[in-house]
């Protein structure tokens, strides 16, 4: 499967949505869940403006990450720029239906060929929960070091988990 990956846009908006509530089960086993409002077209889209104009300003970067008819796959990004030590911060999520295929490997690949080209950001950093195991491996295939883990656990989905970094 070819793998590619697109900035987000406004015009994403009805086929990002429809995404994110086919897989808002298994996305809320790995994250907290977005609240009920953000499965409301009409919010939904208020906050993908919200993140289309962040990307505009060079504080974050969107992408979609598609196949090769244009079927959405799951998302990746880079966060929190912080221009006073050249950082972001990485996130993604697969759907369900497309995990164990390399394709966040594959994205994660894309995404950082694309940041060599940004003189903002130098290091990136990442977070994964101490037991997701196949998060663990995109990271180290793509050149991820683990560097710490957090002295805190966090309470995610009724369970306390450590976070990597």
């Known amino acids: 499967m070819e793998v590619r990956i697109y900035r987000l846009q406004e015009s994403d908006a009805e086929s990002l949505f429809h995404f994110e509530v086919?897989?808002?089960v298994y996305f809320n086993k790995m994250v907290p869940d977005r609240g009920e409002d953000y499965y409301k077209f009409e919010m939904f889209?208020?906050?993908?403006?919200q993140l289309v104009t962040e990307q505009s300003l060079g504080l974050s970067t969107f992408y979609l990450?598609?196949?090769e008819k244009g079927t959405i796959l799951g998302r990746i990004n880079l966060v929190?720029?912080?221009?006073s030590n050249q950082s972001a911060e990485l996130g993604y999520r697969i759907g369900e239906d497309y995990t164990g295929n390399g394709i966040a490997t594959k994205a994660l690949k894309l995404l950082l060929d694309k940041t060599t080209n940004l003189e903002v950001i130098q290091r990136i950093t990442?977070?994964?929960?101490?037991?997701?195991?196949a998060s663990r491996k995109v990271l180290a295939k793509n050149g991820?070091?683990?560097?710490?883990t957090?002295?805190?656990?966090?309470l995610l989905n009724g369970n306390f988990?450590?976070?990597l970094h």
Do not use: W
């Open 45 to 49: 889209n208020d906050k993908l403006v």
């Open 144 to 148: 991820f070091t683990y560097v710490y």
């Open 80 to 83: 929190d720029f912080n221009h």
């Open 22 to 24: 086919a897989n808002r």
């Open 161 to 163: 988990v450590s976070l």
């Open 126 to 133: 990442a977070r994964t929960t101490q037991d997701n195991v």
């Open 150 to 154: 957090d002295q805190d656990e966090v």
């Open 65 to 67: 990450i598609k196949d």
